[in-house]
């Protein structure tokens, strides 16, 4: 028989948490230690989200050593940091999308209502009609 793995005591933190650290993590500039202390979780987990979600933090940069000790123009780390922030955004806002479709197949299978067609005053009546017609069976 073979036995399911378990979290083993890992936390399930809710989407929006990830999205407030990584928020504050860009809006600070500071670093991922410091961002982990303040949260209460691991450096590693903030990476792994960062690696999940797209979001490449300004100051991690691929360059070799001869140029890292260049400095670094201002506008360009800023500008770094507010197009991790949009895909950050962006990522959200899919994920909005996907859950709103999601919720309006739900819907159409379950009470037969196509809320993207019909005005929607007439489709929450509808939705309305069809909770009690179900709360009756």
Do not use: C
């Not at 979600?53 to 260049?70: D, H, I, R």
């Amino acid at each position: 028989m073979k036995q399911e793995k378990s979290n083993r005591g890992r936390k399930g933190y809710p989407l929006d948490f990830k999205w407030r650290v990584i928020d504050g993590l860009l809006a600070t500039g500071e670093s991922i230690a410091t961002t982990s202390q303040r949260y209460g979780i691991t450096a590693r987990t903030i990476r792994n989200w960062l690696r999940t979600f797209g979001v490449e933090l300004p100051n991690q940069s691929t360059m070799s050593k001869t140029n890292k000790n260049k400095a670094v123009d201002p506008d360009y780390a800023e500008l770094k940091r507010e197009n991790a922030r949009l895909k950050a955004a962006l990522f959200q806002a899919e994920s909005k999308a996907l859950v709103n479709k999601t919720l309006l197949e739900v819907v159409l299978n379950r009470y037969h209502i196509d809320l993207k067609k019909k005005d929607r005053f007439v489709a929450v009546r509808q939705l309305e009609s069809a909770q009690v017609r179900d709360q009756k069976l």
